[in-house]
């Protein structure tokens, strides 16, 4: 089967750095993406990765090794704003998209 | 530029009643989803659509029917409303299915409770 795992929460404070890890297993591969999404609102595209390495866009870079299953998302100079739950996503051989149940992010001063 | 747009925010049904969730979406992408999210599960997809006139099924479409007679426009129908089917529900559009190409924007996201 296919399946994506995340921590289902952690705890961070202000102005600190976070790693959030997903791993993966999922029938092909065709790219990795992480969405943000607020308490109540939608999810939000933060990244997308689908060569190994490191993809920064300001204060989120987002990591990938293919031949590990393995992402994680990095949060820097975290701010109170970032308290969300992290959506990881993989688009497996089929262009479908496999969601992991998120990682709640709580940012504490 | 709205995006896509869901209606309504919040409803609450009987056990078999039927209702319409409504989504449009004003950047001329081809493909549409809708999805559900449940507390503690990743979102799961219950139908989309590549073009207007094509639909395909998810991971999860029972009790659930959908219709796209053009590209804006996506509803998804319940039919004899059940409780497992109280969720929050996602109307989604991307340009295309590849890849880079499938960044999702999601609506705004209707909550529906069955009673």
């Known amino acids: 089967g296919q399946n994506i795992d995340q921590p289902t929460e952690m705890t961070a404070t202000e102005g600190a750095i976070v790693q959030i890890n997903c791993t993966y297993q999922?029938?092909?591969?065709?790219?990795l993406f992480w969405y943000q999404q607020h308490a109540g609102e939608a999810p939000t595209f933060l990244s997308y990765?689908?060569l190994d390495g490191l993809e920064e866009k300001g204060r989120f870079s987002s990591f990938l090794s293919r031949s590990k299953g393995y992402s994680y998302l990095l949060l820097k100079e975290l701010q109170m704003k970032d308290s969300a739950s992290y959506l990881c996503?993989?688009?497996?051989?089929?262009?479908?998209?496999?969601w992991g149940a998120g990682t709640k992010l709580i940012i504490k001063p | 530029n709205a995006g896509v747009t869901q209606t309504p925010k919040f409803r609450i049904l009987k056990i078999g009643q039927s209702m319409t969730l409504q989504c449009t979406q004003d950047m001329n992408h081809n493909y549409m989803y809708w999805y559900r999210q449940d507390p503690g599960m990743g979102l799961k997809l219950i139908y989309y659509?590549?073009?207007?006139?094509?639909?395909d099924k998810g991971e999860v479409p029972n009790g659930y029917n959908v219709s796209r007679s053009t590209t804006e426009d996506f509803p998804l129908r319940l039919e004899l409303a059940a409780p497992s089917q109280t969720s929050v529900y996602f109307c989604a559009s991307s340009q295309g299915a590849d890849s880079g190409a499938n960044v999702l924007t999601f609506g705004a996201g209707s909550r529906l409770t069955v009673l």
């Open positions: 996503a993989v688009m497996d051989s089929n262009y479908q998209l496999i």
């Open positions: 990765n689908v």
């Open positions: 659509s590549v073009g207007a006139g094509i639909t």
């Open positions: 999922t029938s092909g591969f065709n790219g």
